[in-house]
């Protein structure tokens, strides 16, 4: 299963920041963009996928 880290907007819309293949990695993945000073006030989510990562 692939995990992404994506960006939820207000008005519901989501895009892909990161993919990753185990959610622990994808859950230290927001912990690294709070680290870097990346905006409190946008909601970044963990979301699983059944499609591969592509190459």
Request: glycine share 6%; net charge positive.
């Amino acid at each position: 299963m692939v995990w992404q880290i994506r960006v939820q907007y207000a008005n519901g819309n989501e895009r892909v920041i990161w993919s990753f293949r185990n959610r622990e990695s994808a859950l230290k993945g927001i912990d690294v963009l709070y680290s870097q000073g990346y905006p409190m006030h946008m909601a970044y989510v963990v979301r699983s996928v059944d499609a591969p990562i592509a190459a």
